[in-house]
């Protein structure tokens, strides 16, 4: 029986830890929440030391103190966070309401209250009830029967596991209702498995005829997609499922606007395989987050959109496998002019880019020529950003939980931001943004332009992208509203307590002094003088800062951006 030996820096703090090889994963991980003072209720990820991403495991390499790894604890489930201090606030109210009701009715009625209160507390707090919220309540120890675990499978086995169930079910038929879902923006994208999300992968390429149009071998296409599922990090939100999403969309606007009598079949590869690749690796932190840590990707890439390069860069290396090469059989202009395609369509997602590429669009509305070179490369910019902030062109129900990670990712880099002293940006501040206030932002100044744009040229899109977006910035708009009132009504409640005790501490003062003293009347400023929208403004700014950087990232641009 061997041990393990992990050297690792926590907070920049040396740690070392030690472990047999039949310790159980959740042994494993338990050492390592302790070394970092935490609780199952955080992430842990460990790097090595050229910044690889390690597997905490029983089956980790040992390492020795000069080639130390470091541990980086990720905040608690947000959604987990967010219900735990509603709880504590409604602990608060009722506390409050308790008091007065003390006041106001008597102690009869209260003690009938406090019944009912602890009686709500109690099922509350019940496991069933915490079970369902996703919550657990701390028992202590308890001897209870040892049920059977199921074995922990690593990173790999897992994705063995997963290209196993994707080629037992590549050969099945998909039902007709699902291929017509499949075409649409109201497709849910929650109730399908990773294997599943494979197949349904590739009924894409195979009804939009890429197969026999490429020469493609079946088992070739089934490589390259497995390959890049297994090239999406395991992270919040820029993950496979959000990849799935991009090209499910996607796949449905070429539906909805018959692209494929406007088209090359060349054009329509390039936006599908696009659209399937573009957030290849994410680490889950945003290109101004390498540009100000100074990662080895903006050095590499001199600041130019790192992010979007180092996605093309891994698609490729992707490709350059024979067993994964989907581009095999085109001859080298055909190659040339897809490589291009797609490096264009992945670039054009980085949001530094945004108008400069939406001014471009509408120059070319009035006079839009499909059959002009040049257009048709800017419209396929348009729908690679359409479809990569498509969330809010779906039902609540599925563009919602797509918040919670969006939010959960950014906190999590505003954190570490935060703690390596780094500018952090307002939208992805914990401390200053909310749902409703981060989305009328983002969808009345992004997504509605966006959106209104690409429906002049395809009216029939309308009720497809623009109508549902329309509403969910009212249904957000109405909560940040409430909010604001909610807000405002305590503050007052709160200006006038405070306004109370102060004539009550003037009173005291005025009856203390000896007769004939003069009286002087102080001054005070009033709460409501302080700027009330500082936060939304903050945000608002914010969003405008990453939207407008074009005119200033313009300047250094290279040629190298827009491959011919």
């Excluded at 994208?189 to 009804?207: G, R």
């Excluded at 690796?281 to 180092?310: C, K, M, V, W």
């Excluded at 980085?350 to 040049?374: C, G």
Aim: with cysteine.
């Amino acid at each position: 029986m061997t041990t393990t030996i992990v050297h690792f820096l926590v907070n920049g703090r040396p740690e070392r830890a030690e472990f047999r090889d039949d310790c159980s994963a959740a042994e494993v991980k338990a050492l390592f929440w302790a070394a970092a003072e935490a609780s199952p209720r955080h992430v842990l990820k460990m790097f090595a030391s050229d910044g690889r991403r390690m597997n905490i495991s029983p089956k980790m390499q040992a390492n020795d103190p000069e080639s130390v790894y470091r541990l980086e604890l990720v905040a608690a489930d947000q959604s987990r966070v967010g219900m735990l201090q509603e709880l504590d606030s409604m602990e608060d109210r009722l506390q409050h309401l308790e008091s007065r009701v003390m006041e106001e009715v008597g102690g009869e009625l209260l003690c009938d209250l406090k019944k009912q209160v602890e009686s709500f507390k109690k099922k509350l707090e019940s496991v069933e009830h915490l079970s369902w919220m996703g919550l657990f309540k701390e028992h202590g120890h308890q001897e209870l029967s040892q049920k059977p675990k199921s074995p922990e499978l690593s990173e790999h086995e897992e994705q063995l596991q997963v290209r196993r169930k994707y080629l037992d079910m590549s050969s099945l038929q998909v039902t007709e209702e699902v291929r017509e879902l499949l075409k649409t923006p109201i497709f849910d994208n929650w109730q399908w498995e990773k294997a599943e999300m494979l197949m349904l992968l590739q009924v894409m390429f195979t009804d939009l005829d890429f197969l026999s149009a490429f020469h493609i071998k079946l088992d070739v296409l089934q490589n390259f997609l497995f390959e890049v599922s297994c090239h999406y990090n395991n992270i919040p939100f820029h993950n496979f499922r959000h990849c799935f999403c991009v090209t499910q969309m996607m796949y449905g606007l070429i539906w909805l606007t018959d692209l494929r009598s406007k088209f090359t079949r060349i054009d329509l590869l390039i936006m599908l395989t696009s659209a399937l690749c573009h957030d290849l690796d994410h680490p889950g932190y945003n290109n101004a987050f390498q540009i100000n840590a100074q990662t080895d990707l903006a050095l590499l890439y001199n600041d130019i959109s790192p992010l979007e390069n180092h996605h093309c860069a891994v698609a490729f290396s992707i490709m350059a496998k024979p067993e994964c090469n989907i581009l095999q059989n085109l001859s080298n202009e055909n190659y040339k002019l897809i490589r291009g395609g797609m490096i264009r369509c992945v670039l054009a997602t980085d949001m530094v880019r945004h108008n400069e590429i939406l001014t471009q669009f509408r120059s070319l509305q009035p006079e839009f020529d499909f059959s002009n070179k040049e257009h048709k490369e800017v419209l396929m910019k348009i729908m690679m950003k359409v479809s990569d902030i498509s969330n809010e062109a779906r039902p609540m129900s599925v563009a919602e939980p797509w918040l919670d990670c969006l939010l959960q990712e950014f906190f999590n880099q505003s954190d570490t931001e935060k703690l390596k002293g780094l500018p952090v940006s307002p939208f992805m501040d914990r401390e200053k943004v909310s749902k409703p206030s981060s989305q009328t932002s983002f969808i009345g100044f992004v997504l509605l332009p966006l959106f209104s744009e690409l429906t002049k040229l395809f009216p029939c899109l309308q009720q497809h992208i623009v109508e549902p977006v329309q509403q969910a910035l009212k249904y957000y708009s109405d909560l940040e509203r409430a909010g604001r009132e909610e807000t405002s009504r305590e503050e007052e409640e709160e200006t006038s307590r405070e306004e109370e005790e102060e004539e009550e501490e003037t009173s005291r003062e005025t009856n203390a002094r000896p007769h004939g003293a003069l009286h002087y009347h102080e001054h005070h400023e009033s709460r409501h003088s302080r700027d009330y929208f500082k936060c939304n403004l903050d945000i608002l700014k914010s969003w405008n800062v990453q939207v407008l950087q074009t005119c200033a990232m313009s300047s250094i641009r290279t040629a190298g951006e827009d491959v011919e």
